[in-house]
């Protein structure tokens, strides 16, 4: 079972009672169905499983008379501030950019299910959310409130006003889109391949209100620690795949860079890949296999362009290696896959 930061619950429960803040029973009742207590402080350390947070948006979203902004009222009603050191990390980064590259990196803190990516694609920047499991509803509303809590403190933190420039969710939304849409400032598109927000180069590079290099890096190397605590009941496998992938056009990285950037040794990073059944080389094939397949499927990239980004040196050792995890050479995928 998945776990979720505490956080989250306490968002959802003030969103829930905040047309009566003075139901203490209903708020006592929400709180405990989740295993939480009800007087305790916020903490964003502590955590709940994630099916338990999964009934608890269902419910609330159940009994919502507008179920549907549910979401957009969570996911906006975050802060930096109330993220901890994540928040801080995030807000003193020098640009968005380097904000969503901790996402990326430190998102382990707050859940185990999800997993941020930052990604370029025909001259397009994405921030990708991944989550693991059964698309129910409780997951969807979860995916919706992280892509807005997103939009929120990119909004809080960037000197530049913040629009993304397209909002994608796989799922689809029931009814009138016309409030995520006013939230967002822009086009937001159901049933896609991806939940994501597309951001133009011009909001990446736009300087932090509050960018320090210095203070970022102390925060980075609290959040190095706070990930060490969890690594023992927590499985990375989905970050290192996407790390590796977006290492991989500068060449395929080692086990033991990828074992730093995980603030471990090369030797625990083996034991833990060798508890699942896995070896780092298998890692390192998924993610080229993976990232393969997108750039075959969705660009317009050449086949030795993609060998490049994919960390070969040659086209023809590329094609090698596709045929034998695909069955097919690049070629015949990309036509078989395209109508």
């Given at each position: 079972?998945?776990?979720?930061?505490?956080?989250?619950?306490?968002?959802?429960?003030?969103?829930?009672?905040?047309?009566?803040?003075?139901?203490?029973?209903?708020?006592?009742?929400?709180?405990?169905?989740?295993?939480?207590?009800?007087?305790?402080?916020?903490?964003?350390?502590?955590?709940?499983?994630?099916?338990?947070?999964?009934?608890?948006?269902?419910?609330?979203?159940?009994?919502?008379?507008?179920?549907?902004?549910?979401?957009?009222?969570?996911?906006s009603s975050m802060r930096c501030d109330d993220y901890g050191a994540f928040g801080l990390a995030w807000k003193t980064a020098i640009d968005l950019r380097r904000s969503y590259e901790r996402a990326v990196r430190y998102g382990l803190v707050l859940t185990s299910v999800s997993a941020y990516e930052v990604r370029n694609e025909d001259d397009k920047h994405f921030i990708l959310l991944?989550?693991?499991?059964?698309?129910?509803?409780?997951?969807?509303?979860?995916?919706?409130?992280?892509?807005?809590?997103?939009?929120?403190?990119?909004?809080?933190?960037?000197?530049?006003?913040?629009?993304?420039?397209?909002?994608?969710?796989?799922?689809?939304?029931?009814?009138?889109?016309?409030?995520?849409?006013?939230?967002?400032?822009?086009?937001?598109?159901?049933?896609?391949?991806?939940?994501?927000?597309?951001?133009?180069?011009?909001?990446?590079?736009?300087?932090?209100?509050?960018?320090?290099?210095?203070?970022?890096?102390?925060?980075?190397?609290?959040?190095?620690?706070?990930?060490?605590?969890?690594?023992?009941?927590?499985?990375?496998?989905?970050?290192?795949?996407?790390?590796?992938?977006?290492?991989?056009?500068?060449?395929?990285?080692?086990?033991?860079?990828?074992?730093?950037?995980?603030?471990?040794?090369?030797?625990?990073?083996?034991?833990?890949?060798?508890?699942?059944?896995?070896?780092?080389?298998?890692?390192?094939?998924?993610?080229?296999?993976?990232?393969?397949?997108?750039?075959?499927?969705?660009?317009?990239?050449?086949?030795?362009?993609?060998?490049?980004?994919?960390?070969?040196?040659?086209?023809?050792?590329?094609?090698?290696?596709?045929?034998?995890?695909?069955?097919?050479?690049?070629?015949?995928?990309?036509?078989?896959?395209?109508?």
């Amino acid at each position: 079972m998945g776990q979720i930061t505490s956080l989250f619950v306490h968002k959802v429960v003030n969103v829930a009672t905040a047309a009566n803040p003075e139901d203490t029973t209903r708020r006592h009742d929400l709180f405990t169905s989740v295993g939480i207590d009800p007087e305790a402080p916020v903490d964003p350390k502590i955590r709940v499983l994630d099916s338990d947070y999964y009934n608890l948006c269902e419910r609330v979203a159940r009994e919502d008379d507008d179920g549907v902004t549910l979401p957009l009222r969570v996911g906006s009603s975050m802060r930096c501030d109330d993220y901890g050191a994540f928040g801080l990390a995030w807000k003193t980064a020098i640009d968005l950019r380097r904000s969503y590259e901790r996402a990326v990196r430190y998102g382990l803190v707050l859940t185990s299910v999800s997993a941020y990516e930052v990604r370029n694609e025909d001259d397009k920047h994405f921030i990708l959310l991944h989550r693991e499991g059964e698309r129910r509803l409780g997951m969807r509303l979860s995916n919706e409130q992280s892509i807005v809590a997103v939009t929120q403190i990119s909004r809080e933190v960037s000197q530049q006003d913040f629009n993304p420039e397209v909002v994608y969710f796989k799922h689809n939304i029931p009814g009138d889109l016309s409030s995520h849409e006013e939230f967002f400032g822009c086009p937001v598109i159901c049933n896609a391949d991806r939940d994501a927000i597309q951001v133009s180069s011009k909001s990446l590079a736009a300087p932090n209100k509050l960018a320090d290099s210095a203070i970022s890096q102390f925060f980075d190397a609290h959040l190095d620690q706070e990930i060490t605590e969890f690594a023992s009941d927590i499985d990375m496998t989905l970050r290192m795949r996407t790390d590796i992938a977006q290492s991989l056009s500068d060449g395929v990285p080692t086990l033991t860079e990828i074992a730093n950037r995980f603030s471990m040794s090369a030797r625990t990073l083996q034991r833990r890949l060798a508890d699942q059944g896995l070896t780092f080389q298998m890692l390192v094939d998924e993610s080229r296999r993976d990232l393969a397949k997108r750039l075959l499927t969705r660009t317009d990239y050449t086949l030795s362009e993609i060998a490049f980004l994919t960390g070969f040196s040659e086209q023809s050792a590329f094609n090698r290696a596709f045929k034998r995890w695909a069955g097919s050479s690049p070629r015949s995928f990309r036509l078989q896959a395209r109508p």
